[in-house]
């Protein structure tokens, strides 16, 4: 009797050690994607609204394709939140590929105000910072968090 609990016991521990190492491999670690602003280009907005659709290139450099059931973004401009924007858009990135993602985002008037405010005391646009962060939602462990920071570098002529 007491050979034969040993030999489970045994066995669940086999069993444990095996199921923890296939465990590991939903584990490991990915490099993060590559996230490129491509274009923005302004919606129609409501009220005190601004909405524009923000065009980015993600890369994936993983071996494993990205599959994704939703975005979320915030972008930040001289350390302060402009705007924020989700989609429920689906999408496949595969492995060491590249997709085209546009989101649309709404700038608030109370935000734009306080850009405004902090572009009177730069004088500029241009080589202000930026930081844009987001994920595409992939489920229980298939997020994939992103971030994407510079300066700004707006074409000749482009004002707000």
Same mark, same amino acid.
């Given at each position: 009797? &007491?050979?034969?609990?040993?030999?489970?016991?045994? $066995?669940? $521990?086999?069993?444990? $050690?095996?199921?923890?190492?296939?465990?590991?491999?939903? !584990?490991?670690?990915?490099? #993060?994607?590559?996230? =490129?602003?491509?274009?923005?280009? #302004?919606?129609?907005?409501?009220?005190?609204?601004?909405?524009?659709?923000?065009?980015?290139?993600?890369?994936? #450099?993983?071996?494993?394709?990205?599959?994704?059931?939703?975005? &979320? $973004?915030?972008?930040?401009?001289?350390?302060?939140?402009?705007?924020?924007?989700? =989609?429920?858009?689906?999408?496949?990135?595969?492995?060491?590929?590249?997709?085209?993602?546009?989101?649309?985002?709404?700038?608030?008037?109370? =935000? !734009?105000?306080?850009?405004?405010?902090?572009?009177?005391?730069?004088?500029?646009?241009?080589?202000? #910072?930026?930081?844009?962060?987001?994920?595409?939602?992939?489920?229980?462990?298939?997020?994939?968090?992103?971030?994407?920071?510079?300066?700004?570098?707006?074409?000749?002529?482009?004002?707000?």
């Amino acid at each position: 009797m &007491a050979a034969r609990l040993h030999r489970y016991a045994r $066995l669940f $521990l086999v069993l444990l $050690l095996a199921f923890g190492l296939g465990g590991c491999a939903l !584990f490991q670690a990915r490099d #993060p994607v590559n996230i =490129s602003v491509i274009g923005i280009e #302004p919606l129609p907005g409501q009220e005190l609204e601004l909405r524009m659709a923000v065009k980015m290139r993600v890369q994936n #450099p993983n071996e494993a394709p990205i599959d994704y059931n939703g975005i &979320a $973004l915030n972008l930040e401009v001289n350390g302060q939140p402009l705007a924020a924007g989700v =989609s429920d858009q689906q999408g496949h990135i595969g492995r060491y590929g590249e997709a085209v993602v546009v989101v649309p985002v709404s700038i608030t008037a109370f =935000s !734009f105000l306080r850009q405004a405010y902090g572009l009177g005391q730069a004088g500029s646009l241009q080589g202000l #910072p930026y930081v844009l962060r987001g994920k595409l939602a992939g489920g229980l462990l298939g997020t994939v968090r992103f971030t994407d920071e510079g300066k700004l570098d707006l074409p000749k002529g482009v004002y707000w």
